[in-house]
Structure formats: structure tokens, C-alpha cells
């Protein structure tokens, strides 16, 4: 299936929960096993958002920027990921800071994803396979390229109800969005000798 009609990325997205897609071939959506059509619809959806903030930025860095942060905020559940990556922090924190740092860490993926279509140059993208976990979620692997040097990326999925679903992780470059946050608010929090503020602070600049 070509999601996007060309949606191009060159981040590698890796991780445990998609090892040994990338041997794998791109699939039909009719392929997908178990698959939900809603989830075969949403990461469509991500796919042709992301060639329309490419076709209308035009090479306007700022453009790209403020896609990427309405296209994020629109599918990821930021809310879940902040809580996942501040853990006990968060019961501890005022509203106003839980506010400040959703915001702060939406700024930061929305920096990071406006990094990687910079370099957008038009490749296909497929959906490589769908998995579900555990817990009940789905991670959805997408092939960027063609299969001998193609790039991939995996979303993990919840669930939101309605046949709808919310991201709740993304994995690329050997990373999730939720590890590396986790590891960069410990290591900054433990600088800051547990100042939360302080912390939101240097995530701001």
C-alpha cells in the first residue's frame, strides 16, 4: 500500500517491536493480519499529511516546523507520552508545570520531525507490517524507500475509542520518542537537584 501517494522521511525507525520488519516485504493492506481497517486508515493519514507539509512549505524551514507540530499534536496523545516519560515527577507536579512541560516535549518531537523532513526528497512510503502487543495496542511499521536500502518507522498505537486510535510512541534511530525523553528528563532533573522548572526551562532554549 502506498501511504501518502509518496510520503517521504529519511529517519530509521527501529526497535524491538519491529525487528525483522525491515527483511520484510511491504504488504497490501489486505496482507496486514488481524489488521483493523481503521489502522491501516490512520497511518494513511499520517502519510498524506506529511507529503502535504512538504508540498506546502516549499523549503520554508519555519513551515515545515509548524506542520509538524499541528500534525503531532493532531495524532500523538501527548498527554500520555509526557506522563510516561516524567513517571513519578508528574503526580508531583503543579497543573501549570504539567502544562508547560507537555508543551515543552510537543516542541521538542515537533523540532525532530521537522529535522527529518528537511531532506524530503519524494521516496514511497508502504505500510510494512501491523503487530499487536500485549497490552492491546498495535505498532505500525512503515517502509520509507525502496526495500534494499529503505528507512523505517513504527508507531505504536492505543486504542482512543470510536474506531479510532492515538500514537502513544514513536521509534527511529534505534530510539522511541518515550526512552529517550525518559532518559533525558531523569538526567535533567537529576542537574537541576530536582527543580522541575528549571528543567522545562532548558527544554525551552
Known amino acids: 500500500m502506498d501511504l501518502g501517494r509518496g510520503v517521504s522521511l529519511r529517519t530509521a525507525l527501529l526497535g524491538l517491536w519491529?525487528?525483522?520488519?525491515?527483511?520484510?516485504?511491504?504488504?497490501?493492506?489486505g496482507a496486514q493480519s488481524?489488521?483493523?481497517?481503521?489502522?491501516?486508515?490512520?497511518?494513511?493519514?499520517?502519510?498524506?499529511?506529511?507529503?502535504?507539509?512538504?508540498?506546502?512549505?516549499?523549503?520554508?524551514?519555519?513551515q515545515v516546523l509548524a506542520g509538524c507540530r499541528e500534525l503531532l499534536g493532531r495524532v500523538l496523545n501527548l498527554e500520555t507520552m509526557a506522563r510516561a516519560v516524567t513517571e513519578d515527577a508528574?503526580?508531583?507536579?503543579?497543573?501549570?508545570?504539567r502544562e508547560a512541560y507537555q508543551a515543552a516535549f510537543a516542541d521538542r518531537?515537533?523540532?525532530e520531525c521537522a529535522r527529518e523532513l528537511a531532506d524530503y526528497k519524494g521516496e514511497p512510503i508502504g505500510l510494512a507490517g501491523i503487530r499487536s502487543t500485549p497490552?492491546?495496542?498495535?505498532?505500525?511499521?512503515?517502509?520509507?524507500?525502496?526495500?534494499?536500502d529503505a528507512?523505517?518507522?513504527?508507531?505504536?498505537?492505543?486504542d482512543a475509542g470510536a474506531d479510532s486510535?492515538?500514537?502513544?510512541?514513536?521509534?527511529?534511530?534505534?530510539?522511541?520518542?518515550?526512552?529517550?525523553?525518559?532518559?533525558?528528563f531523569a538526567a535533567g532533573l537529576q542537574?537541576?537537584?530536582?527543580?522541575?522548572?528549571?528543567?522545562?526551562g532548558h527544554m525551552r532554549k
Open 18 to 29: 519491529i525487528a525483522g520488519a525491515a527483511a520484510a516485504p511491504t504488504m497490501p493492506v
Open 34 to 62: 488481524q489488521a483493523p481497517a481503521s489502522v491501516e486508515t490512520f497511518m494513511s493519514g499520517i502519510g498524506d499529511s506529511m507529503r502535504a507539509i512538504h508540498r506546502r512549505a516549499d523549503g520554508d524551514a519555519a
Open 90 to 97: 508528574w503526580e508531583r507536579m503543579s497543573v501549570a508545570q
Open 109 to 111: 518531537l515537533a523540532a
Open 135 to 148: 497490552d492491546g495496542d498495535k505498532v505500525a511499521t512503515i517502509r520509507v524507500g525502496a526495500a534494499e
Open 151 to 158: 528507512k523505517m518507522i513504527a508507531w505504536r498505537l492505543h
Open 165 to 184: 486510535w492515538s500514537s502513544v510512541d514513536v521509534i527511529w534511530e534505534g530510539h522511541g520518542a518515550i526512552a529517550k525523553g525518559r532518559a533525558e
Open 191 to 200: 542537574g537541576a537537584q530536582g527543580d522541575v522548572d528549571a528543567v522545562i
